[in-house]
């Protein structure tokens, strides 16, 4: 990482954060099979999918709070930055099984933090098709 330097972390803060690193992910494992099955679910079942992994979403808006304040070890930071690639890379069934577009997807990792704003490199994004005029017209400004 460039400009990243860890500063000690909390004891707590070390179980939090290796805690919200499985949380998120288990979150995007689970992506690809629960989206395959998301057409056959009962619109009930799809309301408490969502809801369940609400506490999933929260630990990933906490390590970025927590890598914006360089409590991420390197190893944590490397790992935290595997699964924001992980997680655009499943951004179509991101979208179908949790909900946020590839869009929200974006602009909550850079809102949150990520490290990789600070990467170099390229990320590869999966965009659903029904998105291809909205990518379109984004590109078109």
């Known amino acids: 990482m460039q400009n990243y330097t860890p500063v000690k972390s909390k004891p707590n803060n070390t179980k939090i954060i290796e805690i919200g690193l499985r949380s998120y992910a288990s979150l995007i494992e689970s992506a690809q099979e629960l989206a395959e099955a998301w057409g056959s679910m009962e619109e009930e079942e799809q309301v408490l999918q969502r809801a369940f992994v609400m506490s999933d979403w929260g630990k990933r808006h906490e390590l970025g709070e927590l890598y914006h304040k360089n409590e991420l070890s390197p190893a944590q930071v490397d790992e935290l930055a595997r699964l924001d690639h992980a997680l655009l890379d499943q951004a179509a069934n991101i979208e179908i099984a949790y909900g946020p ?11 949150w ?29």
């Open 101 to 111: 577009s590839i869009w929200q997807l974006v602009k909550n990792l850079l809102n």
């Open 113 to 141: 933090g990520t490290p990789l704003s600070e990467e170099q490199g390229s990320v590869r994004l999966t965009v659903p098709v029904q998105t291809l005029p909205a990518l379109a017209e984004m590109f078109a400004k």
